[in-house]
């Protein structure tokens, strides 16, 4: 017996019920399932007016999925790709940039534990946190060694 097919709503909710997403996200995923007749703007307008679909989650829910293991340029460009942008994305930003050295050290420390002697075993390591989106100042801090107790004294 086939299972009965969903209603572009029921699948939006269910989406939802997994994890956050954007209105760009949502709606590119229930484009693939809309039939004749069916409007996926009006639908995602509908889930925005409810509550259900929310930037500002889909946002902090992002950043607290990445932000261990990611730099700031990496995270914003990320909440770009998913139509996050103007004044929401600023304020996300000034609060990444608090944190981002103190990210960048966690990171370093996990990864390798100890500054490197070696000049080419000391760039391996800062091109791990280069390509992972932090900035050239955290990565710098991180390649110091720097203690992680100082910045929670900060």
Known sequence: MAAPQLSLKARALRFLSMREHSRLELGRKLSKYAEEGDDVEALLDLLEKNNWLSQERFSESLIHRRAARFGNS???AELQSHGV???ALQELKAGLA???TAR???VWQRKFGEVATDPKERNKQMRFLMLRGFSQRAV????KGVDLDEFDEQ
């Open 74 to 76: 990496r995270i914003v």
């Open 85 to 87: 942008k103007g004044e």
């Open 104 to 106: 960048a050290c966690e």
């Open 98 to 100: 608090d944190s981002e």
């Open 140 to 143: 710098q801090a991180a390649m």
